[in-house]
């Protein structure tokens, strides 16, 4: 009986590590369509974020849209209407507004991980 047990023990490791061969595709999938695209965004935002002007038109995660009247590290005051200024935080901006005041298109939509 040791003489089958022990048999069996390579060729066990052998298949044991055939069995985690679906699990690490599965994670290199999941790496290249989840995870690295939503850091090259969240890269690409971070720097939006830093490259933000005074006079520039923009439009926050909460939908309102105005222009940027100061900026300090973490706040943004916004002028929504004539003298009608609100103070946001710096990572409540979702993105910037084309010149006529519209929300623009969005470019390679279907370039989704880059």
């Given at each position: 009986m040791t003489g089958i047990a022990h048999a069996a023990g390579p060729a066990g490791a052998a298949?044991?590590?055939?069995?985690?061969?679906p699990l690490i595709l599965i994670?290199?999938?999941?790496?290249f369509l989840l995870?690295?695209?939503?850091?090259?965004?969240?890269?690409q935002h971070q720097a939006f974020l830093n490259d933000l002007k005074k006079g520039n038109k923009i439009v926050t995660k909460g939908g309102l849209h105005g222009t940027i009247v100061?900026?300090?590290?973490?706040?943004v005051t916004l002028e929504i209407a004539k003298d009608v200024n609100v103070k946001i935080s710096r990572d409540a901006v979702?993105?910037?507004?084309?010149?006529d005041g519209s929300a623009p298109a969005?470019?390679?939509?279907?370039?989704?991980?880059g």
């Open positions: 298949g044991g590590f055939a069995s985690f061969i994670f290199v999938v999941f790496y995870i690295r695209p939503q850091q090259k965004q969240a890269k100061s900026l300090t590290d973490a706040v979702g993105g910037s507004l084309s010149k969005k470019k390679d939509a279907k370039k989704a991980g």
